[in-house]
């Protein structure tokens, strides 16, 4: 049985460790960023490297196993996979099965000043032979039709999984503009009402295998977290890169209010060494070091390696993401 199945079959029997949290590497920028998905290039400003490093990265981390899950997009799971790159690996292979409007990131666009809607590139027959596992995202924008036709896309896609036998997890994104919500309701109760209310209606065998959204804080967490432990498992996405202490905050408080799950994505893409940052991620979980040490062991790590810290450890101990700071 692959590790990461393993770890959900712990979760789901109530036996959760720390040992069994899931740490995924979203490596799928380039369907949404495009040609901006690799780093950008130090040898020349305001570009950014070729494909060949987005490859190699993930060929990097892979071969450590410090990550259970690699989330790509269809395009580069084919290719790497063309390669053996995932045969006899602990690691998981896993495909972003849609890429809906609000994740589309090209330079100069617009297109997250408007709600979300739902958009698949990737076939799943193709995705099929490659991985058994896919990522599919919702965003809820408090908009009825547009909702409503997101949910219904959500549905059709759940039959062409099935008839496929590939398995999914949902992402679901905080809406990226002001959606007026009414009376005293934050963000965190219309995001946990809406997943449980559209989940409310999917039977098992297309029940999501776990969840990845945006960390709201501790009582968002905890509430979404706790209602249904042995199938709904509740993840979390990184968002943007921030400090290493945002990253290494945002794990140790996600997983204190329930998180069972970590997919990043510009967190480790865009760390001086992700090797490194997945390592002392690895070790916050497992409750072997806090966030404020994980960081100075950080820095101690780029030290020995020679790498040139883009913050100083006096900046990069910092909480700078305002949610985080509210659980502090």
Do not use: C
Not at 80 to 90: N, T, V
Not at 166 to 189: C, S
Not at 265 to 271: D, V
């Amino acid at each position: 049985m692959p590790i990461l199945d393993k770890k959900l079959a712990n979760i789901q029997a109530g036996n959760y460790t720390p040992a069994d949290f899931i740490i995924a590497d979203a490596k799928d920028g380039d369907i949404g960023f495009g040609r901006a998905a690799p780093v950008a290039d130090p040898n020349k400003p305001g570009q950014h490297t070729p494909r060949a490093t987005h490859l190699q990265a993930i060929r990097d981390m892979t071969k450590t196993g410090l990550v259970d899950i690699m989330l790509m997009s269809a395009s580069t799971a084919e290719r790497l996979s063309k390669e053996g790159l995932f045969e006899g690996s602990d690691v998981t292979p896993a495909i972003r099965l849609n890429d809906t409007t609000d994740i589309w990131s090209a330079r100069g666009g617009r297109y997250r000043e408007e709600a979300s809607r739902h958009h698949r590139t990737a076939r799943v027959d193709q995705a099929r032979k490659i991985a058994d596992l896919g990522l599919y995202s919702v965003t809820f924008s408090n908009q009825r039709d547009i909702d409503a036709e997101n949910a219904e896309a959500y549905t059709a896609f759940r039959a062409d999984a099935s008839a496929n036998n590939m398995r999914h997890f949902l992402e679901v994104f905080n809406p990226a503009f002001d959606i007026k919500l009414t009376g005293d309701a934050d963000m965190g109760a219309f995001i946990n009402d809406n997943i449980v209310r559209t989940l409310a209606g999917v039977m098992e065998a297309d029940f999501p295998k776990f969840l990845k959204l945006q960390y709201n804080g501790p009582r968002a967490m905890e509430e979404l977290a706790s209602y249904d432990p042995a199938s709904l498992i509740v993840g979390i996405l990184g968002g943007s890169a921030g400090t290493a202490r945002d990253t290494f905050e945002l794990l140790s408080q996600a997983e204190k209010y329930g998180a069972r799950v970590a997919l990043f994505g510009r967190k480790i893409h865009l760390a001086e060494s992700p090797i490194d940052i997945v390592t002392g991620m690895r070790q916050v979980v497992a409750r072997e070091v806090t966030p404020e040490e994980a960081v100075k062991a950080y820095h101690g790590e780029l030290q020995k390696k020679g790498i040139k810290p883009v913050r100083s450890l006096d900046d990069d101990i910092q909480i700078t993401e305002d949610t985080l700071k509210q659980g502090a």
